[in-house]
């Protein structure tokens, strides 16, 4: 695994706030999501960071799932570059995504776009708590853009399919960034568990008290002893339940100089080929 000289994705609060009076182009994707609303509206129409798009990840940063699939596969790239352009990306544009804290939708927001060729892509690090917490303003004026001009190609950041993932379990390091309990699964239920070989590194594990990505000493602590730097020859891979969480610990990874694949179909892809092995019990990593 070569080097990676990506500058981090995570940026702060004040970094952010330089950015602006800067007069950096930027362009404010809100990707809070919440299991307990219904009306994905009710969000769209909460307070927000001032010019902020609210953004469905379950929709714009996804496409529509099978019956071999997983719940959010990767999105079909014209449609993700239609809506890039209604949230007023240009080629130019710095784009930051924010969620409430967690980081895991803003993360799985930043990997897709990032895989669609945009570079200047971050994740606002701590989320809209952040914000709130730094005394900054808030709206619930929805931002207002021009219809921007950026094209996007598909491939620029690594996925993987199921074969390869059991692959990399194999033969390199397969990431769980699910809790625990999903890991290590329920007796008697075949569809619960892990991969065979995925060690378990929740994105929670990666973050500290207050939902900011850990110090980079931190962070190499929290990675317990998989033996994984920006050294390391072996392959990487992640994946979740559905590919939200397992792209806020491929950003993490790349906070430290780090490359790992994205399982996009991850779990709920996984257990929907009975032949596909289930591995339960004690957590790895």
Not at 195 to 221: F, H, W
Request: hydrophobic fraction near 40%; charged fraction near 20%.
């Amino acid at each position: 695994m070569s080097r990676n000289t990506v500058s981090s994705p995570f940026v702060a609060v004040d970094t952010l706030v330089a950015w602006r009076a800067d007069g950096r182009p930027l362009v404010l994707l809100d990707a809070r999501f919440d299991t307990g609303v219904a009306d994905p509206a009710v969000l769209s129409a909460a307070d927000r960071l001032p010019g902020a798009v609210h953004v469905d990840i379950n929709v714009e940063a996804a496409g529509e799932g099978g019956p071999q699939t997983g719940r959010l596969p990767l999105p079909d790239i014209a449609t993700l570059q239609r809506d890039a352009r209604r949230w007023g990306i240009n080629p130019d544009s710095t784009v930051i995504a924010y969620d409430d804290g967690k980081g895991t939708s803003a993360a799985r927001l930043w990997w897709v776009l990032r895989w669609a060729g945009l570079e200047k892509v971050y994740i606002l690090d701590g989320g809209y708590a952040a914000w709130r917490a730094a005394g900054q303003a808030t709206t619930r004026e929805a931002g207002v853009t021009r219809r921007g001009r950026v094209e996007l190609r598909a491939g620029h950041l690594p996925d993987i399919g199921a074969a390869q993932a059991l692959d990399i379990a194999k033969a390199g390091l397969l990431l769980d960034a699910r809790g625990h309990d999903a890991y290590e699964g329920q007796a008697g239920q075949a569809a619960t568990g892990h991969i065979p070989g995925a060690y378990s590194v929740p994105a929670g594990k990666l973050q500290d008290a207050d939902g900011r990505i850990k110090a980079p000493s931190a962070l190499r602590e929290a990675l317990g002893g998989l033996g994984i730097d920006a050294d390391t020859s072996s392959p990487i891979a992640v994946y979740c339940g559905s590919g939200v969480a397992a792209a806020y610990d491929v950003a993490a990874l790349q906070s430290l100089g780090i490359s790992a694949s994205l399982y996009p179909g991850s779990w709920t892809e996984w257990v929907k080929d009975a032949s596909r092995p289930v591995a339960q019990g004690s957590v790895r990593g």
